[in-house]
């Protein structure tokens, strides 16, 4: 049975959005994101679509959920999370990538955070990722990063499996 991801970049109040956009701009977390999601199928909300500088990203099968639009360039359409999932394969991982509302509908059946925890709390938030109960989640990967020139903050990578 595929496997459900939920990858995000988290502040310290679990802010992840303002404006459509982004809160935080890490470089090293768009390049660990590029190399999960790569060759897998992604699945985003329609504003979290628009929010993409080029639109459908390269190399993964993009699906936005939609009940009004039904066209995204260089992407499937669904109206629903269990609509797409039912058209995914068994095998493969699928990667949620926002937004918040999609993020709530999706946590109760992932089986996997992709978090990158970042050491901060916003003054500006309008999109937060859901509270969970870190005791029912197991780390299996985690790796500390501290501030550089081009990371403003200390951040982890960190991946959670729910615990069985």
Request: with cysteine; proline share 4%.
């Amino acid at each position: 049975m595929y496997k459900i991801a939920l990858i995000a970049a988290i502040a310290k109040n679990n802010a992840i959005g303002h404006e459509n956009k982004l809160i935080y701009w890490l470089p090293n977390d768009l390049k660990r994101f590029k190399e999960l999601t790569t060759g897998h199928t992604i699945i985003m909300g329609s504003n979290t679509f628009r929010s993409l500088p080029k639109g459908a990203l390269p190399n993964r099968r993009n699906i936005v959920l939609s009940r009004k639009e039904k066209e995204f360039p260089g992407c499937e359409t669904f109206c629903s999370l269990e609509e797409a999932l039912a058209n995914c394969t068994n095998e493969e991982i699928v990667y949620i990538i926002g937004g918040e509302m999609l993020y709530r509908t999706a946590f109760p059946i992932a089986d996997i955070l992709c978090l990158t925890e970042i050491d901060n709390t916003p003054e500006q938030a309008d999109a937060f990722f859901p509270q969970f109960a870190k005791n029912e989640w197991e780390t299996i990967e985690q790796e500390e990063h501290t501030i550089d020139e081009r990371h403003h903050f200390n951040y982890r990578f960190v991946t959670y499996i729910k615990r069985k």
